[in-house]
Structures are given as C-alpha cells and as structure tokens.
C-alpha cells in the first residue's frame, strides 16, 4: 500500500522566515509526486509535479525537490499569504489514484 | 481559466437518504475522479472513472456508492444510504495529466 507522511505536522514562521516541509513516502514504482495547496474548507490546489529523483520545480517563494525516498517543499521569505496546508500525494504507476498524507499546516505571522 | 465546479456547497442529508453530488469537470479532461475528506483527516480515494467506466476504485467505494456521466459536462456520485460516518468534504477531480479538484461539496448526515 502506497504511503505518504508528511513533518511536521504544524509550523509557525515570522514573516521572512525560511524553512522546508518533508514528505517520506513508499509506494511501488512512482509514476508522479505531487504538492498542492489546500486552504480551511477549500479543495486542493496544484502546485507542481515531480516524476524523478534530482527534480526541482519552483513556482514564487516555492521550490520542491525530490529524492527516492522524500520530497521537500522549500518556502523561501514567507508571507502571511502563504498561510495554508500543503498536501503531499504519490500515485503510482499502473494507477491514476493519488495517495495523499496529512498535510503540513503552516502560519505565516505578520 | 477552466476549473472543476461541485454543486451543491452543502447538503444536509437525514440517515439513510440518498444524496446526489454533481461535479462539472474541466471540458476537455478525460479522467475523473471522486475523493473524500472526513474533518481533520486525509484526503482519500473513492474512484476514478475514464472512457464511461469505472477504472479504479477504493475499499471505500462500496454498492452504496455509484457514479454517472449522464451526459457531456455532468459528473456525479450517488451515495444510496447515507450513514453517519459518510459526514464528510467530497471533492470532484479531473485530469490530462495533473488533477485538478473542484471547491468541495460538504455533506453533513444527520
């Protein structure tokens, strides 16, 4: 079974404060990795996709990366804005299901 | 830009009724998908649907559930009789690669 864990689980930063979120996964043979954002009571959001290990995507004050066992999402020079949960997702090949884990809360203060 | 739409936002269903969430995917998307969000856990697989049938589905995605493309636009899931424990954020996605979810529709079983 494909899983997905994602720390930390909650994290507050002071605008300007850089920091990165983990996502560990297993899954057999992945097909993609995956961010989104998810705002309270809001669905997902796409962010980026990551297919193999050594690739880097960014998209503002965020960059992801992947490796074979995890994937990170930096968030450089934050801002209040950037306040939501990042959702972390694989889907393996073969299969069009996406496994998703918790999510890392992140507040941003002003 | 395209985006997926559920409707409706909320429903309010008594125990035992049967509840119908339509969900209008991205026009030229082939895949789609059912997911659902129980508060304060993870987004999770129901099932996905390519070419007017059902391609995947999860352990969730039991004969109280079915879904229909009852013509071009419209996508929909049927839940026959609800339960308590079927409360829950159900999101509609549609893909040509990357999953794009729609705003949510929040199912409250009374």
């Known amino acids: ?110 | 830009e395209p985006e997926v739409t559920q409707t409706p936002s909320h429903q309010v269903t008594q125990m035992g009724q049967e509840v119908i969430l339509r969900c209008v995917p991205i026009s030229n998307h082939l895949y789609f998908y059912w997911y659902r969000q129980i508060l304060g856990q993870k987004v999770e697989f129901l099932v996905s649907f390519y070419n007017n049938e059902i391609s995947e589905k999860s352990e969730i995605f039991d004969d109280q559930f079915s879904v229909e493309r009852p013509d071009g636009s419209n996508f929909t899931l049927k839940i026959r009789s609800t339960k308590l424990e079927d409360s829950a954020m159900y999101f509609c996605a549609s893909s040509w690669g990357e999953q794009y979810f729609g705003p949510g529709t929040r199912l409250t079983v009374t």
């Not at chain 1, 979120?21 to 097909?31: A, D, H």
């Not at chain 1, 290990?53 to 930096?74: D, I, N």
């Not at chain 1, 069009?96 to 002003?110: E, M, S, T, Y």
């Open chain 1, 1 to 110: 079974e494909d899983q997905v864990t994602q720390s930390p689980e909650a994290l507050r930063l002071q605008e300007g404060e850089s920091s990165s979120l983990n996502c560990s996964y297993t899954v057999s043979g992945l097909r993609g990795l995956f961010w989104y954002r998810q705002d309270p009571g809001k669905g997902p959001e796409f962010l980026f996709t990551l297919y193999s290990a050594g690739e880097e995507k960014e998209k503002e004050r965020l960059k992801a990366t992947l490796t074979k066992k995890e994937s990170f999402l930096h968030i450089t020079a934050p801002k209040p804005e950037d306040s939501a949960t990042y959702l972390c997702a694989v889907q393996a090949r073969g299969n069009n299901r996406l496994a998703f884990g918790k999510g890392n809360q992140v507040v941003v203060i002003p």
